[in-house]
């Protein structure tokens, strides 16, 4: 196993190391957390249900073995975001009691279309409340939003109970450009912090979405890249 440097390491611990796909097992789940626990990435992003049986794994291992603690993150009315407030509520109120630390929830993209911005700032609040204490990141669907939308939906979350704005879903049309990272990254005020999501394929992408502004970065394949890299950690 080759030595991981420093500036790699950096990078990796500001991945949420990511499994989302509808037909993940629970075999997999559980080695991305063993690939997360090694690498040191901010989180694992998993569906709400595998999180309490991840919480309870990622917590035994820390007591038993010592491997680095990370956070587990989940998503909410994902990935279409038209559920309703209550439901999204109940959802991420639903996860943390499970043992999600930080909760990705998606926005009624179609309220931003129609220009109800008030009802969406309404919406992240009421999450924000379920899930008080807990990190907060609002994914807006970057690829289906105007540049004065996404400019919007920036002062809404800079004024929101939220602390990322995040770009995509990765189940949509497009996922995250360093276009839109520089451009939420310009227009987020109050200490919020950027999320860039969807097709980061490796560690080279993901410096240049860092250098770009992004905080943290989702994606499934940056963390296999320091594998291919640096060698299988089984």
């Known amino acids: 196993?080759?030595?991981?440097?420093?500036?790699?390491?950096?990078?990796?611990?500001?991945?949420?190391?990511?499994?989302?796909?509808?037909?993940?097992?629970?075999?997999?789940?559980?080695?991305?957390?063993?690939?997360?626990?090694?690498?040191?990435?901010?989180?694992v992003c998993i569906p709400p249900s595998y999180v309490r049986q991840a919480s309870d794994y990622i917590r035994n291992a820390y007591e038993s073995t010592g491997r680095k603690r990370v956070a587990v993150c989940t998503v909410i009315g994902f990935p279409n975001g038209y559920a309703t407030t209550e439901s999204k509520a109940f959802e991420a109120y639903?996860?943390?009691?499970?043992?999600?630390?930080e909760i990705d929830m998606v926005i009624n993209v179609g309220?931003?279309?129609?220009?109800?911005?008030?009802?969406?700032?309404?919406?992240?609040?009421?999450?924000?409340?379920?899930?008080?204490?807990?990190?907060?990141?609002?994914?807006?669907?970057?690829?289906?939003?105007?540049?004065?939308?996404?400019?919007?939906?920036?002062?809404?979350?800079?004024?929101?109970?939220?602390?990322?704005?995040?770009?995509?879903?990765?189940?949509?049309?497009?996922?995250?450009?360093l276009d839109d990272v520089k451009l939420l990254k310009a227009h987020m005020k109050n200490g919020k912090r950027v999320k860039a999501s969807g097709g980061i394929p490796d560690i080279a992408a993901a410096k240049d979405f860092l250098t770009a502004g992004a905080d943290r970065l989702g994606t499934s394949r940056v963390v296999k890249d320091a594998i291919?890299?640096?060698?299988?950690?089984l």
């Open 1 to 43: 196993m080759a030595v991981v440097p420093a500036e790699v390491s950096e990078i990796l611990s500001k991945v949420d190391h990511t499994l989302l796909r509808q037909d993940a097992s629970w075999e997999e789940i559980a080695r991305l957390c063993d690939e997360a626990m090694y690498f040191g990435t901010a989180s």
């Open 94 to 101: 639903d996860a943390v009691k499970n043992g999600a630390d």
């Open 111 to 177: 309220s931003a279309k129609a220009g109800r911005f008030g009802d969406i700032l309404h919406e992240i609040n009421i999450v924000g409340n379920a899930v008080s204490g807990h990190i907060l990141k609002v994914i807006i669907e970057t690829c289906l939003l105007s540049e004065y939308e996404k400019e919007r939906m920036c002062e809404v979350v800079s004024t929101s109970y939220a602390d990322f704005i995040k770009t995509s879903t990765g189940f949509s049309t497009g996922g995250a450009t």
């Open 228 to 233: 291919q890299k640096y060698g299988d950690i």
